[in-house]
């Protein structure tokens, strides 16, 4: 194997860590969120960073957007605030 695809085997698998990582800490943060949500966004999608709530919109493709314009380059966790889930 050759020093730039060893490289970039290691970034692919770094990249897939960082991403798993940051998954497992912002559905964390969503499931302990989850009882207060559904009081207040429930059916609604939320918008999750670093743990804390930063947008919510009914339209999960207008707050997908909106986040991207808002926090570029930055780990959002969106998800759907509906009992049970997930």
């Known amino acids: ?3 730039h695809e060893r490289n970039a085997a290691t970034v692919t ?3 897939g860590e960082s991403v798993r990582d940051n998954v497992q800490r912002e559905l964390a943060a969503f499931r302990q969120m989850l ?3 559904l ?3 429930n059916g609604e999608f ?3 960073s670093d743990g804390k709530l930063i947008d919510q919109d009914k339209d999960e493709f207008a707050l997908a957007e909106r986040v991207s314009h808002k926090f570029p380059g930055k780990f959002v966790f969106i998800q759907e ?3 049970g889930n997930p």
């Open 81 to 83: 605030v509906v009992k």
């Open 1 to 3: 194997m050759k020093t």
């Open 35 to 37: 009882p207060n949500l």
């Open 46 to 48: 939320v918008a999750l």
């Open 13 to 15: 698998q770094e990249w």
């Open 39 to 41: 009081l207040t966004h």
